[in-house]
């Protein structure tokens, strides 16, 4: 069966619009991300979970506006703000297995899969598409990747290029455009 999909909100949107905004403090950790921009606004993005179906819990990503000063640096790049936010998204897909594993208690037993959109099997149990991540472009082209990561209601927080050329392939990603 096909979902919803766990889209960020307009509102949601709007709140990520508003990086583009000069960054003047940053905090970026594991289980929360705060962004300090110059007219004291602190945009906040978290990872939260979604009860799409009975054993099918999918994460997406949030974002928030709140108050509060915010202590780190930004990363140089960011000072004058994002150039552009694209968002990442992934298909998450339940597939029931035939036989449950041995030593399995009861008679339920499924695999919890994600990949590009448009990858999950036809014979998937459930599924939806999940916007599970933010990839931020400085002007300078410097990249900062902000994801849900493998460990529930985690963000991974990517800076190297490299990594993030390689978590890429796992996401289809569209463009959030601000007038």
């Known amino acids: 069966m096909t979902h ?3 889209a960020f909100s307009n509102e949601e949107l709007e709140f990520l619009s508003r990086l ?3 960054w003047v ?3 970026l ?3 929360l991300v705060r962004i300090q921009l110059d007219d004291g606004t ?3 993005i978290t990872s939260e979970g979604v009860d799409v179906a009975r ?4 994460f997406r990503l949030a974002a928030d506006i709140n108050g509060g000063a915010v202590i780190g640096q930004p990363p140089a790049a960011f000072s004058v ?3 552009s936010v694209r968002i990442l998204q992934s298909e998450e897909w339940l597939a029931r297995e035939q036989r449950p594993p041995s030593g399995m208690v009861g008679d339920y037993s499924a695999s919890h899969c994600s990949g590009v959109p448009g990858s999950a099997p036809l014979s998937a149990e459930h599924r939806c598409i999940v916007d599970a991540g933010v990839l931020l472009v400085a002007p300078t082209g410097e990249r900062l990747l902000i994801r849900c990561a493998e460990t529930p209601c985690w963000l991974r927080v990517i800076e190297d290029d490299d990594k993030i050329e ?5 996401y289809s990603l569209r463009d959030l455009t601000w007038a």
């Not at 390689?166 to 796992?170: H, Q, S, T, V």
């Open 55 to 58: 054993f099918f819990e999918c």
């Open 4 to 6: 919803d999909p766990l």
């Open 81 to 83: 703000g994002a150039q």
């Open 20 to 22: 583009a905004a000069p």
């Open 29 to 31: 950790s594991e289980q």
């Open 25 to 27: 403090a940053a905090a």
């Open 42 to 44: 602190v945009v906040s």
């Open 166 to 170: 390689r978590d890429l392939r796992n």
